[in-house]
């Protein structure tokens, strides 16, 4: 496992990627060491404690870690030696077992693995649609939210490029996916500066940290209750991921790309439901719950969407800006 470590992308059977190495050193994750054990009960404490802080603004607080590739997939892995029984997001379950605040996706999605359309895309780090769609009817259930009755009718289309983990090997492989179109009755009604910076420089794909929308549903049936969500790619800022279908499910949605909580923010809104979405991968970090999204808007930050010496267009739109880092 060490060895491999020092390596980003794991080749496994039938064109199967799968991150092992990058900042957050995925495969050590799956190693017993008393470091993990005690950044885990850290996590239990702080899910614990973040639960207790919205019950006090009379909010509902649901957590998701999304399972690594691995997790899920390890039987499509190859000579690769770890134990998946040691994934933290298994491991998180097992502690948080009666906690109504902990959402347990990694037994759902690996019950439905070897369905007829993987939940992963094979040449990238993410969940696809499909994995993307599962994990949203887990989380709809434990927020007591139906989905739409005509969610699963949408229009479809597809996409096929080098995906994040195909970009790393040298072959560079294509794969082409199917997405469902997801902002039909949600519209957004703000964009924050940096989001508004970044689609201006046509920059979009490069934004993480700090991105701010907010969408609107009047759809007459719709759950008439306000949601807001700190998460990441795999929830994403444009309407293609979890963020987008929850705006098409909740009267109004709000997304602010953060691991760490800004309980102003939070205090603010006074959401029905305040949802913390997180990869698997970044457990190794755990937050303080200090952001301050709206300081975040300014200074560095906002200059960085507009750099002096501008890069070249990116190839990928705005629907395809993830990344395996993010």
Avoid at 26 to 45: I, N
Avoid at 290 to 310: C, N, R
Wanted: charged share 25%; net charge neutral.
């Amino acid at each position: 496992m060490r060895r491999k470590h020092r390596e980003i992308v794991h080749v496994g059977r039938e064109g199967w990627l799968f991150l092992i190495g990058g900042t957050n050193g995925v495969l050590e994750q799956y190693r017993a060491t008393l470091s993990r054990w005690w950044r885990l009960r850290g996590w239990v404490k702080l899910i614990e404690a973040r639960a207790a802080r919205a019950r006090a603004l009379g909010i509902r607080y649901v957590h998701v870690v999304v399972p690594e590739k691995l997790s899920v997939y390890d039987d499509r892995t190859q000579d690769l030696r770890f134990d998946p029984r040691q994934a933290p997001t298994r491991l998180l379950a097992r502690r948080l077992i009666n906690n109504p605040h902990y959402v347990d996706l990694l037994a759902p999605m690996r019950a439905a693995r070897d369905g007829a359309v993987p939940l992963y895309y094979r040449t990238d780090t993410h969940w696809n649609y499909e994995g993307c769609r599962l994990a949203y009817g887990v989380l709809m259930r434990a927020c007591g939210a139906v989905p739409p009755a005509d969610l699963d009718a949408r229009e479809r289309y597809e996409t096929t490029r080098v995906r994040d983990l195909g970009e790393k090997i040298l072959e560079q492989p294509i794969e082409t996916a199917s997405h469902a179109v997801l902002d039909r009755d949600a519209h957004r009604t703000y964009a924050s500066p940096l989001v508004a910076a970044y689609e201006a420089a046509g920059r979009a794909p490069d934004l993480h940290v700090g991105a701010h929308v907010c969408f609107r549903n009047d759809r007459p049936d719709v759950d008439p209750r306000t949601l807001v969500l700190f998460g990441d790619s795999y929830a994403h800022f444009a309407p293609i991921m979890l963020t987008g279908i929850l705006a098409e499910s909740f009267r109004e949605v709000h997304f602010v790309w953060s691991s760490s909580i800004d309980w102003g923010y939070v205090a603010r809104v006074r959401p029905d439901l305040l949802v913390f979405e997180m990869a698997e991968r970044f457990v190794t970090r755990l937050p303080d719950d200090t952001f301050d999204i709206a300081t975040y808007q300014k200074g560095e930050h906002l200059a960085a969407a507009t750099p002096a010496v501008a890069p070249p267009p990116a190839a990928a739109s705005a629907s395809e800006g993830l990344s395996a880092e993010a």
